[in-house]
């Protein structure tokens, strides 16, 4: 999975990185949040779904570019 954050709905909560912090760094200029390049490593996926779930402007979106394989 991928995250991204919309720039123009976040308005700088910090949920997402006090979630997931290995996934959502804030910007030091205006606070706003962006997601790490690239797949979520996968023992950071269930943090980052909460955070997609946890933001209050609901600014991240998730993309699945594979379907998800249990093993
Ligand atoms: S929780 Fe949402 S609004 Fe808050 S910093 Fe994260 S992405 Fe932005």
């Known amino acids: 999975m991928k995250v991204q954050v919309d ?7 910090t ?12 910007k030091d200029e205006d ?16 943090a980052a779904h909460e955070a997609v779930f946890s933001c209050p402007e609901r600014a991240i979106r ?4 594979h379907a998800v394989q249990e093993t």
């Open 15 to 26: 949920i997402c990185s006090m979630v997931a912090p290995e996934v959502f760094h804030l």
């Open 7 to 13: 720039q123009n709905l976040c308005q700088g909560h």
């Open 62 to 65: 998730e993309m699945s570019e």
């Open 31 to 46: 606070g706003h949040a962006y997601a790490i390049e690239g797949d979520v490593p996968t023992e950071f996926e269930a």
